[in-house]
């Protein structure tokens, strides 16, 4: 599909493992971001790779939680020693990037991954 | 810092009545402001943006720069508008989004 591919869909774990979760892009966009969505909040901003610079990771909550993104591509959210409180839906997306008349500036969003962790 | 605030978690209208969900965002600069939806059982998806200054589905959201607000708008609510709503901001390529609004349209 065209769309943005995130997997796995549903992921339950035991406290202290830890987990990987992949976001597939839109082909041809440079820009991805990780959200977390939490029952009853918002958005929460993880982290942003632009092209080839270096990620905004301002949203990570803590060190447990890395990601990096290959060839520009595809990304890898990795979360170490899971908590009960990572528990939410992990959501990718991925735009066009910053310049250019075609960047109309939408995010385009997976399905996300859910996460629980026993 | 920017910052996007949903003062409402939970609205509920009836059918044909007129719909408001409220935006403030606090940001020095010139904001991209934005309102995506998520429709059960679907994927977050852009609404509209104030840019194009455009009608989708019947919403229109006004950037109102002295009040730091971009409230979005139907005259006459639908059932199948019942969705999450979220409001963002864009500035140097990072998204921040509101709380979100779940918005409920009862028949």
């Known amino acids: 599909g065209a769309g943005v591919s995130q997997s796995p869909s549903n992921k339950v774990t035991e406290k202290g493992k830890d987990v990987e979760l992949r976001c597939d892009p839109i082909?041809?966009?440079?820009?991805l971001y990780w959200y977390r969505q939490s029952l009853g909040q918002g958005l929460e901003f993880l982290i942003y790779f632009q092209g080839n610079s270096a990620p905004d990771k301002s949203g990570l909550p803590s060190d447990r939680f890395s990601a990096e993104r290959t060839g520009g591509s595809v990304s890898t959210l990795t979360i170490q020693r899971t908590q009960q409180e990572d528990s939410a839906v992990y959501l990718c997306?991925?735009?066009?990037?910053?310049?250019?008349?075609?960047?109309?500036?939408?995010?385009?969003f997976g399905e996300g991954s859910r996460l629980t962790v026993l | 810092a920017q910052r996007v605030t949903q003062p409402e978690k939970l609205l509920s209208v009836f059918k044909g009545a007129p719909v408001e969900l409220k935006c403030n965002y606090s940001y020095s600069g010139s904001p991209e402001l934005f309102w995506y939806v998520q429709y059960s059982r679907q994927r977050l998806q852009l609404l509209l943006r104030h840019i194009s200054r455009e009608s989708i589905k019947g919403f229109t959201a006004d950037l109102n720069k002295g009040e730091t607000s971009f409230h979005l708008k139907k005259p006459f609510a639908q059932e199948e508008d019942s969705a999450m709503y979220y409001c963002?901001?864009?500035?140097?390529?990072?998204?921040?989004f509101g709380d979100g609004t779940t918005l409920t349209v009862k028949p």
């Open positions: 997306a991925s735009s066009k990037g910053l310049a250019g008349t075609a960047n109309t500036g939408e995010l385009f």
């Open positions: 082909s041809g966009h440079t820009a």
């Open positions: 963002a901001l864009k500035s140097a390529g990072k998204s921040t």
